[in-house]
């Protein structure tokens, strides 16, 4: 993909072009985010990640100690800021979606003469 993409072949799409930079260490988390996003309480709506889930993916994969601390710590964090995009996301498909349905203005009804 990278030969393409230098000779001009393939051209990356925005999505991967404006991805932020992972500092090194700290794909562990971020794949286990992506791993857990299934593990989501469902209702009404997304809910956070449950602490549990998070537990037991560590116990399944060997991570203990600061690891484990750091693992809840990053979780936390991307899941908050996940919840908030996807309200906000929510937000704007309701305010659009009221402003397509608008009802016209009411017009004054017509009289007829007897």
Excluded at 7 to 34: H, I, M, N, T
Aim: proline share 5%.
């Amino acid at each position: 993909m990278d030969a393409c993409i230098k000779q001009g072949v393939y051209e990356l799409p925005d999505s991967l072009r404006d991805a932020p930079k992972l500092w090194e260490g700290l794909a562990l988390y971020y794949q286990a985010f992506f791993d857990l996003h299934s593990c989501r309480q469902r209702g009404e709506g997304i809910g956070p990640i449950d602490w549990l889930a998070i537990d037991r993916y560590c116990e399944r994969n060997g991570i203990e100690g600061e690891q484990y601390e750091d693992m809840h710590f990053f979780i936390a964090r991307m899941d908050h800021a996940y919840l908030e995009d996807v309200a906000k996301q929510q937000e704007k498909k309701l305010t659009d979606a009221s402003k397509k349905h608008t009802p016209p203005k009411s017009r004054s009804p017509v009289r007829r003469r007897r």
